[in-house]
């Protein structure tokens, strides 16, 4: 039996796709990365002002929602950068909604 580097003395082909893979997944990571630690400066805003008069509640409960989705589809297809990365950004914006309830 073969492993994908005994094959790719063979196949060329295959060390390259095994590049792409490398490469799409830290360009997914990098962007999970972005996309969730985003919220950090809005909670730290709000807590520090004690008031979240400019933020939407109904845009965070929707967020939330589409983050909640995204969780649940990541579990289903079993994609653990999928399940991280909304489970922190769930984690992010329900703080802020919390917040908004809280300080206004």
Same mark, same amino acid.
């Given at each position: 039996?073969? $492993?994908? +580097? ?14 792409? %893979?490398? =490469?799409? @997944? #830290? ?10 630690? $985003?919220? +950090? ?14 933020? %939407?509640? =109904?845009? @965070? #409960? ?43």
């Amino acid at each position: 039996m073969y $492993c994908a +580097l005994q094959f790719s003395r063979i196949h060329p082909a295959v060390s390259e796709v095994a590049s792409l %893979s490398i =490469s799409a @997944n #830290l360009l997914g990571a990098c962007a999970a990365l972005i996309t969730s630690t $985003c919220w +950090l400066p809005q909670m730290v805003k709000i807590f520090r002002e004690r008031g979240a008069q400019g933020v %939407s509640l =109904s845009t @965070n #409960l929707a967020l939330a929602l589409g983050v909640l989705l995204w969780l649940f589809y990541g579990v289903s297809i079993g994609a653990w950068p999928v399940i991280a990365s909304n489970a922190v950004t769930l984690a992010f914006v329900l703080a802020i909604v919390g917040m908004k309830l809280r300080y206004g």
